[in-house]
């Protein structure tokens, strides 16, 4: 602990070194920290049985990054598909150097560190009021963006403002995982997603490959209620451990069908969670978790690739009539990221 203090101390020395570096050129600058808050994504707010507490990576020094290396596009390693950049897109330049930083940190084959340091941010001109709002934003669109990144659940924020600006953003993920812990089970939740992604892709059309995708998931995974341990909510549990919750089904659903080419982003009511899924123009909804009926049967197709007036149920009700369960919620990830736009769907379901 008396490290991680020190830790803390010397980089927040740092900054505010450079920061009053700037200050002494004019005497009327004002600095004003912006406190350190732990803000857990929505998905993990119930959650109560936690491998550990979070603090395995807290002695971890933050890379440091100015924001003007940030406003170019960061090389990436995964497939090139505009539905893993669906939420980015709609971020401003200040929320991309956030964003693109945390991208920096995680997309990498040996993840090394867990927090980043922004600089150089006051030209954007955020006060903070913004702040929460707008760290929000980039990481809510990061991680919906982003959701083979399984063993984030939760980030710390604090920032450093300059005559009532932001100056710099600092954004630290918490993980129940260790760093050596990341880096061993990452490549075989990947690898497991790779090999579908390869099966499916000998199908000839993308209409099947999402198919074989939909039907692997719903055969494989056991759904489970139990929204008190963290792993049921994340991929890991849906393709290690096969067992999961709604959400985790849409993201394992979204991650492998990204790599058959399929355009998938995930979208989430306050109670539920599933994808959209877009075949030419046109927009549709797949829920994965509501054709898992665990009966030991074929897989359910009446919430697959289905518009808003498609018929779901043996009952005759209609996808557009599930209102509790379908309104998208105003926010993703975590409840300051808000102001997305989502797909409109098509009334009608899809027909190969």
């Known amino acids: 602990m008396k490290s991680f203090i020190i830790l803390n101390l010397i980089v927040f020395l740092q900054l505010f070194l450079i920061a009053h570096s700037k200050a002494v050129a004019d005497e009327s600058n004002e600095l004003k920290t912006i406190p350190k808050t732990l803000v857990t994504l929505d998905k993990y707010k119930n959650v109560t049985d936690w491998r550990n507490d979070g603090n395995a990576n807290k002695n971890l020094q933050p890379l440091v990054i100015d924001s003007e290396k940030l406003t170019k596009k960061i090389s990436s390693n995964k497939i090139d598909n505009p539905s893993a950049i669906y939420y980015k897109s709609q971020l401003n330049d200040f929320e991309l150097s956030i964003y693109n930083a945390l991208e920096k940190i995680c997309n990498q084959r040996v993840v090394k560190s867990l927090a980043a340091t922004i600089t150089n941010l006051d030209g954007f001109k955020a006060k903070e009021y913004e702040f929460d709002n707008l ?112 959400g985790a089904y849409g993201e394992a659903f979204a991650v492998i069908s990204r790599l058959v080419g399929g355009y998938v982003i995930g979208v989430n009511s306050y109670t539920h969670g599933w994808d959209y899924a877009k075949i030419g123009k046109d927009w549709y909804a797949v829920d994965a978790t509501l054709d898992d009926h665990d009966d030991g049967k074929e897989p359910s197709h009446n919430y697959f690739l289905v518009g808003t007036n498609t018929v779901v149920d043996d009952d005759g009700h209609r996808y557009k009539d599930e209102k509790e369960i379908r309104t998208i919620a105003d926010y993703i990830e975590v409840e300051n990221a808000t102001g997305f736009i989502f797909p409109t769907l098509s009334k009608e379901k899809c027909i190969e």
């Open 135 to 246: 760290v929000g934003r980039a990481v809510g669109a990061f991680m919906r963006d982003n959701q083979e990144y399984w063993w984030i659940h939760s980030y710390e924020r604090s920032g450093l403002l300059v005559n009532g600006y932001v100056s710099y953003v600092t954004v630290e993920i918490v993980s129940e995982y260790t760093i050596s812990e990341i880096n061993k089970y990452n490549p075989e939740v990947l690898n497991v997603a790779q090999s579908i992604a390869e099966r499916a892709s000998k199908e000839k059309t993308l209409y099947k490959k999402l198919l074989y995708i939909h039907d692997y998931l719903v055969k494989s995974i056991t759904y489970t209620n139990d929204g008190k341990s963290s792993v049921y909510h994340n991929l890991y549990g849906a393709l290690i451990n096969k067992k999961c919750v709604c």
